[in-house]
């Protein structure tokens, strides 16, 4: 990708081939169209004054995820409709029935998805951010049940979020060593904390008790508060991982902030509401946390032209190594600790 992707001429081209995919929703001509977010996917609101209906599109960046995945995204959506493990997101199907449209994107083809709109406001940041993190545990709690418990269908399919597809030879989101601004020195610094990183997660293992489906995007970014009620939302990234995974990527982005050992606590109380979760589990977290920043890292490499990537910059990359002396220093196996 390039720097210019999401230039007014692109951005113009994305909502012109979405507004004439409306009507395969039954909504009008004159329906408002407005850009909420874009990152990975554009995400549009939808309001339709001849009908009074609101609804949300995600129009997919090509080559990510395949049809396959996101019907299976939606599968699990519509598994959770109509419980009470998370309020959250309900897609609408067209009128043909079908849930995922194609859409030609100057020759190229983009699968797209609608929903309800869910009520609420990204939670605040000078709010008791705690409190909501207290319920986002009891929900993740519920969600993981859910996931355990849950008979996938035919077909199902996500990625699988594991070190190899982070860190190691799959490198989902890109390379950490891209990372902007990363100097040799940090550099070998994220080296030796990604041997760490592998070493302890293979210890601690993929036994279904702690690794299977998860949101595995809990930020902040994808969290309404509405009232007292709090829903998750975008579950575009979900896949198989270490459950306890969701906690690190709820705090994505902001793991070096000085609260963060309060949101932790919370989480963890807020889960043990609902399930056991025992400190010996809990000790993995910082694990989950570094890996989740490294990740983050390469991220902001491989997306340098989404808003939050030049946002965040070569300063993320520098907090990262910061991050990983610290992590080091608690963490590293014999012999990584003095080579820090």
């Known amino acids: 990708m390039t720097d210019t992707m999401y230039d007014a001429h692109f951005l113009d081209r994305l909502e012109s081939g979405l507004r004439a995919a409306l009507p395969r929703w039954g909504l009008s001509n004159g329906t408002d169209l407005r850009l909420l977010t874009i990152s990975e996917n554009a995400t549009f609101r939808a309001h339709d004054p001849a009908t009074g209906r609101d609804v949300v599109f995600r129009v997919h960046r090509p080559g990510y995820h395949t049809r396959a995945e996101i019907a299976s995204e939606l599968a699990w959506l519509g598994a959770l409709g109509g419980t009470e493990v998370v309020p959250t997101l309900t897609p609408i199907p067209q009128v043909d029935g079908e849930l995922i449209a194609d859409i030609d994107d100057d020759g190229v083809t983009r699968h797209v998805v609608a929903f309800g709109l869910v009520q609420g406001r990204e939670p605040a940041e000078n709010e008791d951010m705690a409190r ?17 418990g849950w008979q996938r269908p035919d077909g199902f399919v996500r990625k699988v979020w594991d070190f190899d597809a982070m860190l190691g030879a799959v490198q989902l989101w890109g390379d950490w ?20 990183l592998r070493q302890k997660v293979e210890a601690y293992g993929k036994s279904e008790r702690r690794f299977g489906l998860v949101h595995a995007d809990m930020r902040v970014a994808n969290l309404l508060v509405d ?20 906690f690190a990527a709820a705090i994505s982005f902001i793991e070096h902030e000085p609260h963060i050992p309060e949101l932790q606590a919370a989480w963890i109380a807020g889960y043990r509401t609902v399930a056991p979760l025992p400190d010996e589990e809990c000790a993995i977290l910082p694990v989950f946390i570094m890996l989740r920043r490294m990740l983050l890292t390469a991220w902001i490499a491989s ?15 520098q907090g990262t190594v910061a991050l990983a002396r610290a992590f080091l220093e608690t963490h590293a196996v014999e012999g990584e600790k003095a080579a820090s």
């Open 177 to 196: 060593r891209a990372g902007l601004g990363l100097t040799p020195e940090g550099r070998a610094v994220l080296e030796r904390t990604a041997r760490v």
């Open 303 to 317: 997306h340098s032209e989404t808003p939050t990537a030049q946002a965040l910059g070569e300063g993320y990359t």
């Open 132 to 148: 909501w993190f207290r319920e986002l545990g009891a929900i993740n709690a519920r969600l993981h049940a859910h996931a355990r």
């Open 227 to 246: 009232g007292d009620t709090l829903s998750v939302i975008d579950f575009d990234d979900c896949g198989f991982s270490w459950y306890l995974y969701d």
